[in-house]
Structures are given as C-alpha cells and as structure tokens.
C-alpha cells in the first residue's frame, strides 16, 4: 500500500513559513532594539473610536509619531526606540483630548493601552 504525502509536505511547509512570517515582525524588532505600542481608543460609555489621531511624543529623543486608530479603534505604533518619558497624545474631533504622561518602552516589548 503507498501513501501520497506529497499534499500533506505541501500542508505543512506552507503551515511553517506562515507561522514563521507572522513571528518575524516581533522578532525582527526585537533583534533591532526595538519597541512598540498599541492600544484601543475608547470613549466614556466603553465604545470604541474610529480615526482618532494618536500622538506618540519623546522630546528628550525628538520623536514625534502619529498614527490613526482604525474602525475598531485600535491604533499601533512599531518601532519605537527604548526609553523613558514617552508620552501619548489621542485626540478625535467632538472628544476631549487625552495625554498619558511618562511611560516607558522597553526593548523589545510591545506596551498596550486602553484609552477611555
């Protein structure tokens, strides 16, 4: 009796390059000394806001990145340098603005928020 495997070889290498690309982002940070941060914009009641702008400032490092949240409200932010004293900045027409003042990033962590 003879088992055709190649279908199932073809399965499980595609399997393996997926697994490894969807790894490599975070990896790849990480081996650059790098961090990143994300989040979900919220309002009061708990309900996600679309297209809020999202500041993410360190003045000490000059950096100043912006980024939009999407339908769901989330926002990322890759590539961070690691340090303290950054702070995040979400504003949305209609919204009061809201600052988060002093985190940190460290080295290879992703930091996640939840703004409300």
Known sequence: MRFNLQP??????????ACIAIGLPAAAQ???????LNGTVQDSSGAVVADAVVTISNSSLGIDRKTISNADGYFVAPSLPPAVGYEVTV?????????????????GRTLPFLFN
């Open 8 to 17: 199932s070889v073809r399965a499980l290498t595609a399997l393996v390059f």
């Open 30 to 36: 990480s081996l650059a000394g790098l961090a990143a």
């Open 91 to 107: 504003k949305k027409h209609g919204f009061v603005a809201f600052t988060r003042k002093t985190f940190n990033c460290w080295l």
